[in-house]
Each structure stands twice: as C-alpha cells, then as structure tokens.
C-alpha cells in the first residue's frame, strides 16, 4: 500500500499511478521536503496560470506538517483565503518519486540548505524548472554542483531561480534608481577598503512571527552544516543588492569582477531556555553537541561581515543574527551607497521607527537646488513620491502604496519567475549574477573559515 497522505483540506483525489489529464493550468507545482517557512510563502497568494493542486514529497514529520498548516491557515483565513489542494507524499523514495511520476513542472524548494543544491541538479536533470529559495549553495562544493546545475538548465531550456524578495522592498528600489540618476548621484565611488563606497548590512532575529504566529524553527536550522553559515545564507541578499544597485542589468563575471579582501565569521549564542521557545525542543540534537558549551548554550556561527571588490568598487556587507528584536521592531536593514554628488543612505533604527527610510544626503560642493530639480523625473515613475529636507539633506518620503510587507514580496519574485518561464525571457544578466553572488559568499565563507577562532 503507497505512503500516502491525502490532507484534510484537499478537496479533490489524485491517483499517483495515473499522470494528470492536463486540463490543468499551465504551471504545476512540486514543493520538495518543504523545511522552511518560505515555502509556504510562495503559496500565499493564489496565481492566474498556476494549477491549485500542488504535490509534495517529503519525508512524514514535523517540518511537513507545519508546512501544511501554514498552507491550510492561508486557505481558511477570512480574507482572500487561497484555494490551494496539496497531495502529499511521505515515502522515503519521495525524492525519486517525485522524478518519476512528473505530477507538476516546476519544483519549489526551500528547507534543509545541505540537501537543496542536489535537489536543485536532480531536478533539472529530470526536465524540472526549479524556484528555489536562498541561498542555492551554502559551501564551495554547493558552489561547483550550482555551476553544474546552470549548466544542466541552460542545455535543457529550464529555468533555475531563486528568490530574491529584498528587490522588492520600495527603498531598495528607490536607491537603484537614484544610484542611475547621474544628475543627483552623480558616478559611484570606488571607495577604500578602510572606507567602502558600498556598506550593507542586515539584522535578522531568531524570534519572529509568520503570518501573525510565533515561528517555529526545525532544529536543523541551527546547525550550520544543514542550514549554513550566516554569511553564505542570508548575506546572499545584500550580496545580491550590492550587484543590483550598483550594475544594474549587467552581468558579473564573477572570474573577473570579484576581489575578496577578508572575510570574518562570529557565533551569537543561544541559552537552552531560547532554544527550547524557538523549537519546541528540551533538549540539544546531538549534531550540535560540537557547538554546544557547558551543556546549557549553543554557539552559532550566523554572523558574518565580507569586505571585497565588485568591478573595483569597494564593497562591505555583513549579517547579524540575534535571539529577539527590540519592542516595536523587526529584522531590519541600512545600507549606504557613496556618489560623487550625493550620498544614498538607508536606515532602520529606532529615529525611524524601525521602518527603512531614504535619504539623500549631498556633499557641500552639490548644488540643491538641482537635486530638487532633477528629482522630478523619479516623480514621474513613481507618483506620490515626495522629498522633505532634514538636517543634512533629504528624506524621501514613500507613499504606503508602495510599501509590501516582506511576506507579499514571495508572490512578487514568484510572479516574476512564473513570466520569465511563460515567456522565456530571463534577463541576459541573471545568470551570471546569481552565480557571482555564490561565488561571494561561498569563497567568503571558505576565507573566514581559515582564521582562527
């Protein structure tokens, strides 16, 4: 008898030992072993060409039953609830299973980083499109399969993205697009490496809510060797910003273009008491006895800082992970880009309250007068958007419009891939730049891991 589960809020049953009659939409989705919560985020909106069953295969536990709670919370939820019926599949050959029975043509993948970059080739090699969550490589040996990987794509017309949500967020948009306003920005510095012209940094907490719940993390996530070292996992989005915002629709050769200067990593500690709040679990799994220090604190190595050349423009970004953010604030964000007529600043501290705010901040040699001037033709692509000087220059004030959330930002990369697929139309630059963005922070991460602790 199969290993199958068909969930509660299916409405409708599937045979797996039939393939589909494709009076179906278009897109299909297969979520594999969904072990992180942004799987589910890609399924919080429904989508025109997307089908509402989706077929899973993962292994039976708790990673996938929270998985399908998410799902069905969507589903049940007052407004717009979605509409979507998972079919699930929990035999240890789910991997397999899924190649072979072709239920969907695109795979969805985010969970467990030590398995994602091989589930990301076997995919592909089976004729899958793979959407995968950050980050596709979490060491140099991930490195060398996601070459592999492009390569498998490319030879088969498929399509391999992953989900940049940070290119969404209205200031980083904003920001790019001062930064190619020779008018107000003037050309990017190149910076020193005491001095960078380009400085990012994220802040990210272990504590958080989803989806209006108290977030529940697999234990997995805290070792490094499953989920990966802070600066080869969420570094990949502020990697990515830099390349972005500062070459936009240019592609990195990342052969030629990338210079590492240093790269450091450091742990942030959590007592038992916030690691039993963040996992439901008493106890230590014994994969990270090596981490754990008198037997009550466990030392992970999810920060990191990165200091190198992109194009000779000198470039530092870092990530810092804490247990919990301050009252009245979230994961937050500040970034500084340096012009030769102004400079570009975001920031997300408390004076702002917690929100990302742009500034313009001009050098003394700048004419005002000018910016303001020149100002408008960004008033023209994005209405409402105003200017309010403040004391060393301005604020870009945002209309709420503008403004999403980071979990309505899944559906905009996921729309986003879903027209690249329909029309085949990748931007030229995409694949060189995902793969320039782990060589980074793979390179980085093999750089900090020589020094000595």
């Avoid at 008491?273 to 008493?282: A, E, G, I, P, R």
């Avoid at 570009?344 to 408390?350: H, M, R």
């Avoid at 996921?414 to 060189?432: G, M």
Wanted: charged share 25%.
């Amino acid at each position: 008898m199969r290993n199958l589960i068909i969930t509660t809020f299916s409405v409708m049953l599937i045979s797996f030992g039939t393939h589909p009659s494709f009076a179906q939409k278009r897109v299909r989705l297969l979520t594999l072993d969904p072990g992180h919560f942004h799987a589910a985020l890609v399924q919080k909106t429904m989508y025109s060409d997307v089908d509402s069953t989706v077929h899973v295969y993962a292994p039976a536990g708790p990673d996938l039953q929270a998985h399908l709670d998410r799902v069905k919370a969507y589903n049940s939820r007052s407004e717009s609830p979605t509409k979507w019926k998972e079919v699930v599949y929990t035999g240890p050959d789910y991997l397999q299973k899924m190649l072979t029975e072709r239920k969907g043509n695109v795979v969805v993948l985010s969970g467990n980083n030590e398995k994602k970059t091989e589930y990301i080739v076997k995919s592909l090699q089976a004729g899958f499109h793979v959407l995968a969550d950050k980050p596709m490589a979490i060491d140099e040996k991930g490195f060398e399969q996601l070459k592999q990987a492009f390569a498998v794509a490319e030879k088969k017309k498929l399509l391999l993205y992953d989900i940049m949500t940070e290119r969404f967020e209205i200031t980083s948009i904003l920001m790019r697009e001062l930064a190619m306003m020779p008018e107000i920005f003037g050309t990017l510095q190149t910076g020193t490496a005491a001095d960078p012209a380009v400085v990012k940094e994220s802040i990210h907490y272990f504590y958080k809510y989803v989806s209006g719940n108290v977030l529940t993390r697999p234990k997995w996530f805290f070792d490094v060797s499953q989920q990966g070292n802070g600066i080869a996992d969420v570094m990949t989005h502020i990697v990515d910003l830099a390349q972005w915002e500062c070459f936009p629709e240019q592609a990195i050769n990342y052969t030629k273009d990338i210079q590492l200067l240093s790269a450091r990593r450091w742990t942030t500690p959590l007592s038992l008491t916030q690691f039993k709040t963040l996992t439901k679990s008493d106890s230590f799994p014994a994969y990270l006895k090596n981490a754990v220090s008198a037997d009550t604190v466990l030392n992970v190595f999810s920060n990191g800082e990165i200091r190198y050349r992109l194009r000779g423009v000198f470039v530092k970004t870092s990530v810092v992970w804490n247990y919990a953010a301050p009252e009245g604030s979230g994961d937050r964000y500040t970034a500084l880009m340096r012009g030769t007529k102004t400079m570009l600043l975001i920031k997300q501290g408390a004076a702002e309250g917690y929100k990302p705010v742009l500034f313009i901040q001009p050098f003394s040699t700048t004419r005002r007068t000018e910016i303001e001037e020149d100002f408008k033709k960004l008033q023209t692509k994005y209405p409402g958007v105003e200017l309010t000087k403040v004391e060393n220059g301005w604020e870009v004030v945002i209309p709420d419009k503008y403004k999403e959330n980071h979990e309505e930002h899944f559906a905009r990369v996921t729309q986003n891939f879903l027209e690249y697929l329909k029309h085949r139309n990748l931007p030229s630059w995409e694949v060189p730049n995902m793969l320039a963005k782990y060589y980074t922070t793979t390179k980085a991460l093999a750089l900090a891991m020589k020094k000595k602790l």
